[in-house]
């Protein structure tokens, strides 16, 4: 399915606690999930050679992905940052999903893979762009912190695929109803 901009495919790509959460708070590392996953996480956002993340994710990484164009909405001027902080290497954004998607697609890419964190993933659910998720269920629970989405969303899903990736980690594939 793609989305209504033209024929790129916009993947949403997470690792969800089994109580539904991406992380304990905003600056929280991602060195809770699998080898398995973080080979998936790679091999997806290559393919795709474009990722877009906001800028609490982007520091918890602290630095760019390679082998991608790697996209960082964050506050344009740096009097909304601190100065000595270093975005080398990175797009800094602030467009609308609709149209950073149209200009990627333009470009000539046929993905673009939504990396988070929770604020970015709710922003590009609620402009209608996502097609497809990919969420890994890795077996820890959290009890607390940031789920998924930030607000509430009316969405149904289609159950593409259920891959396991290792013993304990499962993979959901779920296409986007429109
Ligand atoms: N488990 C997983 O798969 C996974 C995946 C990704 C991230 N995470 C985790 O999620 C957490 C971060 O999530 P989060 O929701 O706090 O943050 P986030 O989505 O990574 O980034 C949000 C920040 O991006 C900037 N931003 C957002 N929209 C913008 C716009 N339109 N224009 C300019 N700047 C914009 C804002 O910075 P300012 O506030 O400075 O304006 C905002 O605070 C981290 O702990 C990370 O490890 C987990």
């Not at 495919?9 to 929280?28: E, V, Y």
């Not at 998607?101 to 470009?107: F, G, V």
């Amino acid at each position: 399915m793609k989305n209504e901009k033209g024929n790129m495919t916009t993947f949403l790509i997470a690792a969800i606690t089994a109580d539904g959460f991406i992380a304990r708070h905003s600056r929280h590392l991602a060195d809770w999930t699998s080898k398995e996953d973080k080979q998936f996480f790679t091999q997806k956002t290559k393919e795709a050679g474009v990722v877009i993340m906001g800028l609490n994710t982007f520091r918890t990484i602290g630095r760019p992905l390679g082998g991608r164009h790697n996209i960082v909405y964050a506050p344009a001027s740096p009097a909304g940052r601190p100065p000595e902080e270093k975005l080398q290497g990175v797009e800094i954004t602030q467009e609308n999903p609709k149209d950073l998607l149209a200009r990627l697609e333009q470009k000539g890419y046929k993905q673009a893979a939504i990396c988070g964190g929770a604020t970015i993933y709710t922003m590009f659910m609620e402009a209608g762009v996502v097609d497809k998720l990919y969420l890994t269920v890795e077996p820890v629970l959290f009890g607390a912190g940031i789920g998924l989405f930030t607000k509430e969303l009316d969405v149904r899903l289609t159950l593409q695929s259920v891959q396991k990736l290792n013993e304990q980690s499962t993979l959901f594939e779920y296409n986007i109803m429109k």
